[in-house]
C-alpha cells in the first residue's frame, strides 16, 4: 500500500514539468519603424534549442516580420495588419528578424544553442 502512494505521488509530481507550457516569444513590428523581439518583456538574445511560440503583432501595412534561421523562413504580409502564432522548433544557430522594405535599419538577431 505505501508503495502504490509513494508511486502515486511521484507520477502527481512528474506531471507539471511533463506539461510544462512551451516559451512564448512576442515579435512586434510597427506601427512607427520599430521591430522587437521580447521574452517576458526583456530582449531575446540568446535562446536554447527547442520548441517555441512566437506571437507576432504586424502594426503596420508597411512592415512585416520576416523570421529566417535554420530550418526557419516565416514572415507576415507587408500589406496587412494583423497577429500571427507560429510554434517553431529553434535548431542551434542564428537566426535574424527583419522588415523586408526596410532591412537595412529595422533588424535583428539572436543566437540558439
Known sequence: MKFVALTA????????????????????????????????????????AGAYVFKIADKSNLHNFH????????????????NSTWKLKLKKGTYKFVCDPHKAFMKGSFTVS
Do not use: D
Not at 67 to 82: D, E, F, H, W
Open 67 to 82: 523570421l529566417t534561421g535554420p530550418g526557419v523562413n516565416k514572415t507576415t504580409s507587408v500589406r496587412a495588419k494583423g
Open 9 to 48: 505521488l511521484v507520477a502527481a509530481l512528474a506531471v507539471p514539468s511533463a506539461l510544462a507550457a512551451t516559451p512564448t516569444l512576442t515579435g512586434t513590428v510597427g506601427p512607427g519603424f520599430t521591430i522587437t523581439l521580447t521574452q517576458n518583456g526583456k530582449k531575446v538574445t540568446k535562446l536554447k
